[in-house]
């Protein structure tokens, strides 16, 4: 069975400039969370989504936004890209909300110049 | 907001040597996450605890659960190289909160 994927691996973007991030989750998982990594704040909850909803959304200014199809897949998007943006994307996939288990993606790394 | 602290930061540790990782966490959680990241690595799960005195065991590792003391260890056991990694502590309440997690070395 295939993992979370997420391509490409590497993105650079400039800031003011916008971009958005693509998840597969695994066949059959239906909910889908999204995480920042970076050095200094560490791994941070950016939002979940669950039948095509986002259940929650963490502390991220409105800049971050996603949304979830109808076969699961997610996308989370970053309007007018900031220094700081720079980090680590991981995106998780479970069978359903609550479900013990999450399994992550590879991360997809943004780099903002 | 839930907080999660690990200690230590840092851990460098000998072959051979026993060791443990401490979470704790601020307020009441329903479960406890374990996982690994190696270096450019995506995350991997360890354990999950679900309730108070919870113990699993997986090789070298041990994780439990004390949800009166909201503190969570992870153990290692005669550690190996191959044990070098970041260890983070998760808990969840309306969403998953990570710890700062922990970087491992361990060193021959």
């Known amino acids: 069975k295939a993992g979370v994927t997420q391509t490409p691996r590497y993105l650079i973007k400039t800031r003011g400039q916008q971009v958005t991030l693509s998840c597969s989750p695994i066949s059959g998982h239906r909910s889908v969370s999204w995480y920042q990594q970076t050095p200094g704040q560490g791994l941070q909850f950016l939002f979940e989504?669950?039948?095509?909803?986002?259940?929650n959304k963490g502390n991220f200014p409105g800049r971050f936004s996603g949304r979830q199809f109808s076969n699961s897949r997610s996308e989370m998007n970053v309007s007018t890209l900031e220094l700081g943006d720079s980090a680590l994307y991981l995106c998780?996939?479970?069978?359903?909300?609550?479900?013990?288990?999450?399994?992550f993606g590879p991360g997809k790394r943004l780099i903002v110049l | 907001e839930l907080k999660v602290e690990q200690n230590p930061l840092f851990l460098s540790m000998q072959e051979g040597k026993n060791y443990t990782i401490y979470c704790n966490y601020s307020?009441?959680?329903?479960?406890l996450y374990w996982y690994r990241q190696d270096p450019g690595k995506s995350l991997e799960s360890l354990f999950v605890l679900l309730s108070n005195g919870a113990v699993k065991q997986e090789g070298r590792l041990m994780a439990s659960l004390d949800t009166k003391a909201r503190l969570s260890t992870l153990h290692i056991t005669a550690a190996v190289h191959d044990l070098s990694a970041t260890y983070f502590c998760a808990v969840t309440g309306n969403q998953f909160y990570f710890g700062t997690g922990t970087s491992l070395t361990v060193i021959p």
């Open positions: 307020t009441t959680s329903d479960r």
């Open positions: 989504y669950f039948s095509e909803t986002q259940r």
């Open positions: 998780a996939s479970s069978l359903s909300r609550g479900q013990v288990t999450q399994y």
